[in-house]
């Protein structure tokens, strides 16, 4: 099944405790793309561009069955740029730098082509910009997941609103999902999220995991425990694009299904941390997929069943 | 297979953002000896009291299979008294008083009737105590777990790592892992902590749930999501109760099993924070807990085998 994936493709500046880089790859559908196209293929790419960004990380990408019909170049213009710097504890960053560029003025139009897409990942964008793609699907799609961040809830959140009432599945981290509800308690926090639209939602808690849930039922995928956490950067749309790849390849939205596809984005997320940028999503192998995602097995296989016959 | 546990009995005065409690019954001991006995009886409880120290309690305490014979009154002292208030995390506290009272001459003697113990807690107590009671085990147990706070870090380092040195198993939370390996990671946490003496290691996570690590293997365990934690007091110990109840009950202690018995603990906190102080674990029943664990299971459970031949 292909997947249709909007978001952008940029430059980042990077400054974690374990080093800096000035000028990188990123962006929310560079990232998503890398790691969804393990799964399947082709993904269909919606974003824009300058004429600065590189040949040859296009190349790469389309070498991966990425589709660049639905990404626009601006020959003139400058891509995305942004640039942040990352505290100790890796789940909380400043941002320094943020030039939209040719994001500014991103209108995106989904190419006829795309419209067989039954799979569909937004990334973070405007929220306005999310319910355009919405709007010009002609078919309705399977699954249409979405992430958003803390700042379109302060300054969009009518806009966000209506996003959250045209989509399947949310994805947020676990301090966005309590603004967005007003409730510090993430099972009150689900309740709420999910009554304005999303039957699913995946709260993200980095270090700690993720949480899954649709309606009664919760779902604890846990993070791998890391020697080091070299850099966060795109780790959650490297957990999207896992999780929607892994759903498009099977072909299965059952609860069941998605339970697995969390714990295949958490185990490509935690690839993508372990080094700068995409650089080790890029030179990752399906051997490699296959050992991790046995790591997370073990490390959350129990056997139990004995335990409910042995209290007095 | 019987218990021993070392640990305070106290009064806690508790302030939590659901409300007040000036003075109800707390302490380690207390709580260790509640959810353990759920497991297996007896438990031979070693502690001191003052002559304040509720009969009705040790009544019902005595009526779970906990024997006294170690305990010590002192009928004319007051027992150790704590006073604490938490924020709104729930993880974070401020003790507000700490009296030891009688805790003070705390200087445990191990009853002959004790020495059949294979398993053996020793809460969290100032480390000379605990190597007191280790000292006074005439029969090598098959598992001493111990707890230990950052205080003793603070002021007691060289007899905290004496004592780490004589057990199998430490219990501490994320931050005291990090304070007593001077590690942020987690996972080199573990290493240094492992170096120090314990084979087994269990860090507890509050919300987040507990790793338990021996040798180079992980098991994480969720917490379960909670509407509401009440109270968190004696959560821990709980915890540590139920994990040792359920291996004495078992008496394996494996990996495999050890993983088993880290949920048990798990399950029995989140009974424990639903009410103040042991209030929820006095009136639990083994119908319940089998229900709590049927739930971690399905929250724990993934079907994942597929993944590992979808990638491309």
């Given at each position: 099944?292909?997947?249709?994936?909007?978001?952008?493709?940029?430059?980042?500046?990077?400054?974690?405790?374990?080093?800096?880089?000035?000028?990188?790859?990123?962006?929310?559908?560079?990232?998503?793309?890398?790691?969804?196209?393990?799964?399947?293929?082709?993904?269909?790419?919606?974003?824009?561009?300058?004429?600065?960004?590189?040949?040859?990380?296009?190349?790469?990408?389309?070498a991966r069955?990425?589709?660049?019909?639905?990404?626009?170049?601006?020959?003139?213009?400058?891509?995305?740029?942004?640039?942040?710097?990352?505290?100790?504890?890796?789940n909380t960053?400043?941002?320094?730098?943020?030039?939209?560029?040719?994001?500014?003025?991103?209108?995106?139009?989904?190419?006829?082509?795309?419209?067989?897409?039954?799979?569909?990942?937004?990334?973070?964008?405007?929220?306005?910009?999310?319910?355009?793609?919405?709007?010009?699907?002609?078919?309705?799609?399977?699954?249409?997941?979405?992430?958003?961040?803390?700042?379109?809830?302060?300054?969009?959140?009518?806009?966000?609103?209506?996003?959250?009432?045209?989509?399947?599945?949310?994805?947020?981290?676990?301090?966005?999902?309590?603004?967005?509800?007003?409730?510090?308690?993430?099972?009150?926090?689900?309740?709420?999220?999910?009554?304005?639209?999303?039957?699913?939602?995946?709260?993200?808690?980095?270090?700690?995991?993720?949480?899954?849930?649709?309606?009664?039922?919760?779902?604890?995928?846990?993070?791998?425990?890391?020697?080091?956490?070299?850099?966060?950067?795109?780790?959650?749309?490297?957990?999207?694009?896992?999780?929607?790849?892994?759903?498009?390849?099977?072909?299965?939205?059952?609860?069941?299904?998605?339970?697995?596809?969390?714990?295949?984005?958490?185990a490509m997320?935690?690839?993508?941390?372990?080094?700068?940028?995409?650089?080790?999503?890029?030179?990752?192998?399906?051997?490699?997929?296959?050992?991790?995602?046995?790591?997370?097995?073990?490390?959350?296989?129990?056997?139990?069943?004995?335990?409910?016959?042995?209290?007095?």
């Amino acid at each position: 099944m292909s997947i249709l994936i909007v978001g952008t493709m940029a430059f980042d500046a990077l400054e974690t405790p374990f080093g800096k880089v000035d000028r990188i790859i990123g962006g929310s559908a560079t990232y998503a793309a890398w790691a969804a196209s393990n799964f399947t293929q082709p993904i269909k790419q919606v974003s824009i561009i300058g004429g600065d960004f590189p040949k040859e990380e296009i190349a790469a990408l389309e070498a991966r069955g990425v589709e660049f019909e639905g990404v626009e170049v601006i020959p003139d213009g400058k891509s995305f740029f942004w640039s942040g710097r990352y505290h100790l504890d890796m789940n909380t960053r400043d941002s320094l730098i943020t030039d939209l560029n040719v994001l500014a003025q991103f209108d995106p139009k989904i190419p006829e082509s795309y419209q067989d897409c039954d799979y569909v990942m937004l990334g973070n964008l405007v929220p306005a910009v999310q319910i355009k793609v919405i709007q010009q699907l002609k078919n309705k799609p399977k699954l249409v997941i979405m992430d958003t961040m803390n700042f379109w809830m302060d300054i969009a959140m009518d806009e966000l609103k209506q996003v959250l009432g045209m989509v399947d599945l949310l994805m947020v981290n676990d301090s966005e999902a309590r603004q967005l509800s007003g409730e510090f308690s993430l099972v009150k926090a689900a309740k709420k999220i999910q009554a304005m639209g999303p039957k699913y939602l995946i709260i993200k808690k980095g270090e700690h995991g993720a949480l899954l849930f649709y309606g009664d039922k919760i779902f604890s995928a846990p993070a791998l425990p890391l020697e080091d956490v070299f850099d966060p950067t795109g780790a959650g749309d490297t957990f999207a694009g896992g999780f929607i790849g892994y759903l498009a390849r099977t072909d299965d939205i059952t609860f069941d299904n998605m339970k697995a596809a969390v714990v295949i984005g958490s185990a490509m997320a935690s690839f993508c941390v372990e080094k700068f940028g995409p650089l080790r999503m890029q030179e990752l192998t399906s051997a490699e997929i296959g050992a991790r995602v046995e790591e997370f097995i073990s490390l959350m296989h129990v056997n139990i069943e004995t335990a409910l016959a042995v209290t007095i």
